[in-house]
């Protein structure tokens, strides 16, 4: 077969004439077909606006639940933090009286009777003192801390507890002057406050009563 055989047939006007115009009409249709295959794209039309305006809200609200869940994810952190700081807060209050029933027991003895005591005797002191210091060592291993003021020390109502007025002191009216019992926190929370002597205000009525507000 020769390759005139092959070649199209344009020797006449009229079939020039169609295959000039079905080769117009190829790169449309081509066209028209990479558009219908291309993925994500919105054919424009009356609908369009609308459809992105649907788009942007669905993406606000998904960044509204996404950053309302990583606070619940915080907050449930938090909380757990928390419960495990001072889930023993109870526990760690009572034991606070055995803490200061040790150091009664040592404030009792008085130095020279100490001096004058039999070896066994200071033996168990050192014990008890031992067995306090320790007990300390664990509460501060465990968050907990003693507040002991100092005399002389503003008297602070978030930490401090007046139990009575201390008359003709030299330390400023309202300033701790005595302390009765330590206090103590755990982590950031007070456990219990420390219980204290305040200097009376020269000049105070007969049972006035200390300015504990902040």
Same mark, same amino acid.
């Given at each position: 077969?020769?390759?005139?055989?092959?070649?199209?047939?344009?020797?006449?006007?009229?079939?020039?004439?169609?295959?000039?115009?079905?080769?117009?009409?190829?790169?449309?249709?081509?066209?028209?077909?990479?558009?219908?295959?291309?993925?994500?794209?919105?054919?424009?039309?009356?609908?369009?606006?609308? #459809?992105?305006?649907?788009? %942007?809200? @669905? *993406? +606000?609200?998904?960044?509204?639940? &996404? !950053? $309302?869940?990583?606070?619940?994810?915080?907050?449930?952190?938090?909380?757990?933090?928390?419960?495990?700081?001072?889930?023993?807060?109870?526990?760690?209050?009572?034991?606070?009286?055995?803490?200061?029933? #040790?150091?009664?027991?040592? %404030?009792? @003895? *008085? +130095?020279?009777?100490?001096?004058? &005591? !039999? $070896?066994?005797?200071?033996?168990?002191?050192?014990?008890?003192?031992?067995?306090?210091?320790?007990?300390?060592?664990?509460?501060?291993?465990?968050?907990?801390?003693?507040?002991?003021?100092?005399?002389?020390?503003?008297?602070?109502?978030?930490?401090?507890?007046?139990?009575?007025?201390?008359?003709?002191? $030299?330390?400023?009216?309202?300033?701790?002057?005595?302390?009765?019992?330590?206090?103590?926190?755990?982590?950031?929370?007070?456990?219990?406050?420390?219980?204290?002597?305040?200097?009376?205000?020269?000049?105070?009525?007969?049972?006035?009563?200390?300015?504990?507000?902040?």
């Amino acid at each position: 077969m020769s390759d005139e055989n092959s070649k199209p047939d344009t020797g006449t006007p009229e079939t020039a004439a169609k295959l000039a115009e079905t080769l117009a009409a190829e790169p449309a249709r081509q066209g028209e077909a990479a558009d219908a295959a291309a993925p994500g794209t919105v054919e424009a039309g009356p609908d369009a606006a609308a #459809l992105q305006t649907e788009i %942007a809200d @669905l *993406k +606000d609200r998904l960044l509204r639940v &996404a !950053a $309302e869940m990583e606070n619940t994810r915080k907050r449930a952190e938090r909380d757990k933090a928390d419960a495990s700081r001072y889930a023993a807060a109870n526990f760690a209050r009572d034991m606070l009286q055995v803490s200061d029933n #040790l150091r009664r027991a040592v %404030a009792t @003895l *008085k +130095d020279d009777e100490r001096d004058g &005591a !039999a $070896e066994s005797v200071k033996a168990m002191i050192e014990g008890v003192e031992m067995t306090e210091r320790q007990l300390l060592s664990i509460f501060e291993r465990h968050g907990i801390r003693e507040i002991t003021p100092q005399p002389g020390e503003r008297f602070d109502p978030n930490l401090h507890e007046a139990m009575f007025e201390v008359p003709g002191t $030299e330390h400023p009216a309202g300033s701790v002057v005595h302390v009765l019992e330590a206090g103590y926190t755990i982590g950031e929370r007070l456990l219990r406050a420390a219980r204290v002597g305040v200097a009376k205000a020269e000049g105070a009525e007969k049972g006035a009563n200390v300015d504990t507000t902040a």
